[in-house]
């Protein structure tokens, strides 16, 4: 087991959430055959396991963003990443708890006084919840103006801004939280007048990033921390260089050669049998654990697959 084609056998005994992007990115199969796969995400597996866990309010954990890693919000960034159905009501219903609970229910004084406040790496998760989700209001024009506004000189963001001392750099963690949920916003918004504002940001972003080879000092060119280089799944808040080559790959961003150290970075963790592992994990309650440190991660591999994919275009 080693190339793409021998690795697509046992991807393919895995989850669901793993199976139909196996279908989608890997073989290509027809959009009929790997949606039809997605949507057993809420049938069987963790999507299912996930889904039968939420509380009678409609939200998960006893909490709205916290505690970690049970919160409705983490539950919910993780159903996204597992690819159950946009239009699943119930989750629907808890993206809007989290909108109307962090936030506030219309875009009104409360709201943008809450929204001020509030930390970027979390506002990011919600633009990313509510649009996966489908949550289409003037909040969310609220969300997208807010994140654009608060934008560092260097061209990304930190969530530390507003506080004191003033950070005079972006935050990796911050930018791609953010990142996220533009992303999110822009995949499910076709047409709206801040797109291209948002088209802009995102394009600073990823040349910070680049400057950087995503993981080392723009200065001194060594590894700014260690924890960057390994390869964590669910990553949770945290920035590591897969999700970074992740991001890269989903908006098929031209070759550069600064993303070549990350991506040595990827080649050196791969096992001898072909995978890839989960390296480590952060601390915090799990309902359950999806896959155990140290062996092989058919999360990891499918990612680290589809990012070689594209790179090796």
Request: include cysteine; charge should be positive.
């Amino acid at each position: 087991m080693g190339s793409t084609n021998e690795l697509i056998p046992w991807l393919m005994d895995g989850d669901p959430a793993i199976r139909w992007q196996t279908m989608r990115d890997l073989q290509g199969a027809p959009a009929k055959r790997w949606q039809a796969e997605q949507r057993r995400t809420l049938k069987e597996g963790w999507g299912a396991q996930l889904s039968a866990l939420r509380s009678p309010d409609g939200s998960w954990g006893g909490g709205i963003y916290s505690p970690k890693w049970t919160s409705t919000t983490y539950t919910l960034l993780t159903l996204r990443a597992i690819g159950i159905p946009r239009d699943h009501l119930p989750a629907q219903r808890a993206a809007a708890l989290v909108l109307d609970k962090q936030l506030g229910r219309t875009r009104d004084d409360v709201f943008m006084l809450n929204l001020a406040a509030c930390d970027r790496c979390v506002v990011g998760m919600n633009l990313s919840i509510a649009a996966y989700f489908g949550i289409r209001d003037a909040r969310m024009d609220a969300i997208v103006e807010n994140l654009l506004s608060e934008m560092m000189p260097d061209g990304a963001w930190n969530c530390r801004r507003p506080r004191r001392p003033t950070p005079h750099h972006s935050s990796f963690h911050t930018t791609f939280n953010v990142l996220e949920g533009l992303r999110e916003w822009l995949e499910t918004t076709p047409r709206h007048a801040l797109r291209n504002a948002v088209l802009d940001a995102e394009k600073s972003a990823l040349e910070f990033m680049l400057e950087h080879r995503l993981f080392k000092s723009d200065k001194t060119g060594k590894i700014i921390n260690y924890k960057f280089t390994l390869l964590s799944y669910p990553h949770r808040w945290y920035y590591n260089v897969l999700r970074g080559l992740v991001y890269f790959a989903r908006v098929n961003a031209p070759h550069d050669e600064r993303l070549q150290d990350a991506i040595e970075v990827l080649n050196s963790r791969r096992r001898a049998d072909g995978t890839w592992p989960v390296q480590h994990k952060y601390p915090g309650r799990v309902f359950f654990e999806m896959e155990k440190v140290g062996g092989p991660s058919r999360w990891n591999t499918l990612q680290a697959l589809q990012v070689l994919q594209w790179w090796e275009r």
